[in-house]
């Protein structure tokens, strides 16, 4: 995804802490929300759609929130895909599943589940046309749909 140079969606306590990653989130583009201040969060998102579809960038989002624990999806959290939606109207939505992050840090922080095979499964772009609902229920259906449960 270089190429698109991405700017991704994150808690704001990866914000700091973290080497290379946590100057990258600040200092790159990223919005940075506190999920406890919705009215911060929807202006960061509102930020990010509109620099991205100013300068034709891409944005990563992850609608589900935290990982879930056993693998199974949660349910889509839609105000950031709606925002976002808003204010790039011209971006393509790419879904993406994601299947076995979960397994990571199933028994929490350590043991970390090692040898670990994390596959990603990219299909096909949705455009950004349409009921937003429709086109969230669309995307959340195409990755609950790509990712193998299995314990």
């Known amino acids: 995804m270089r190429k698109y140079h991405p700017k991704f969606v994150s808690k704001i306590e990866l914000g700091k802490g973290i080497p290379s990653v946590s100057f990258n989130l600040r200092h790159g583009g990223s919005a940075l929300i506190n999920r406890k201040d919705p ?3 929807i202006e960061q998102l509102a930020k990010l759609g509109e620099y991205i579809e100013e300068h034709k960038r891409s944005a990563v989002i992850f609608p589900e929130g935290t990982r879930s624990r056993d693998g199974a999806p949660k349910k889509f959290r839609t105000t950031g895909l709606k ?31 090692l040898s670990t095979y994390i596959k990603f499964k990219v299909h096909q772009p949705i455009e ?20 193998n449960h299995s314990v």
């Not at 925002?83 to 970390?112: C, E, H, T």
């Not at 937003?132 to 229920?137: F, M, V």
């Open 39 to 41: 009215k911060q969060s």
């Open 83 to 113: 925002v976002l939606m808003d204010k790039a109207p011209s971006a393509l939505i790419v879904p993406i599943s994601i299947n076995n992050s979960w397994k990571i840090l199933r028994y929490g922080k350590f043991p970390m589940g």
């Open 128 to 147: 950004n046309r349409g009921n937003p609902d429709t086109l969230i229920e669309q995307v959340e259906s195409v990755i609950v749909h790509g990712i």
